[in-house]
């Protein structure tokens, strides 16, 4: 399941560096980054 949140997290960055670079999907990017923040936070915080 770790790996699944982590795979999902960096989709979720590139998705957003693409979307900050190319500026087309508006604010759905910073939402797809906050997920992936959350995601990346949960992953560290059940490991722990």
């Known amino acids: 399941m770790r790996g699944l949140l ?3 997290a960096v989709i979720l960055v ?13 604010s759905l990017i910073h939402v797809l980054l906050v997920i992936a ?3 990346l936070l949960l ?6």
């Open 6 to 8: 982590y795979i999902i």
């Open 14 to 26: 590139i998705g957003w560096i693409f979307g900050f670079f190319f500026n087309h999907a508006g």
């Open 37 to 39: 923040i959350i995601a």
């Open 43 to 48: 992953g560290i915080i059940r490991r722990a």
